[in-house]
Nanobody, 112 residues
Framework: QLQLVESGGGLVQPGGSLRLSCSAS????????IGWFRQAPGKDREAISCINLRSGSTKYTDSVKGRFTISRDNDKNMVYLQMNNLKPEDTADYFC?????WGQGTQVTVSS
């Protein structure tokens, strides 16, 4: 059974950077898009980025365009989210999702 594990979250100052990782086990990430989502306190979970694992094509929600970059390493069965110029409003739990499977999330806090 597919398991996803996110890592890389933490506390960072505004303007800082983090790189989140999503590691998959139990199945190979292939063919279907994989996405990053986030859920801020008191808010609904929102989709922020996805990547086609074969073509590498990507999509971003407007609020992260130009700041976040999604990438994949098919050999390692991993997907990454490079987050630059972080803002306080990026504070949230971040999750990856593939075929309806969710990881446990990793917490990102942007604060001075």
């Amino acid at each position: 059974q597919l398991q996803l594990v996110e890592s890389g979250g933490g506390l960072v100052q505004p303007g800082g950077s983090l790189r989140l990782s999503c590691s998959a086990s139990g199945s190979t990430l292939d063919y279907y898009p994989i996405g990053w989502f986030r859920q801020a306190p008191g808010k609904d979970r929102e989709a922020i980025s996805c990547i086609n694992l074969r073509s590498g094509s990507t999509k971003y929600t407007d609020s992260v365009k130009g700041r976040f970059t999604i990438s994949r390493d098919n050999d390692k069965n991993m997907v990454y989210l490079q987050m630059n110029n972080l803002k306080p409003e990026d504070t949230a739990d971040y999750f990856c999702n593939y075929l309806g499977y969710w990881g446990q999330g990793t917490q990102v806090t942007v604060s001075s």
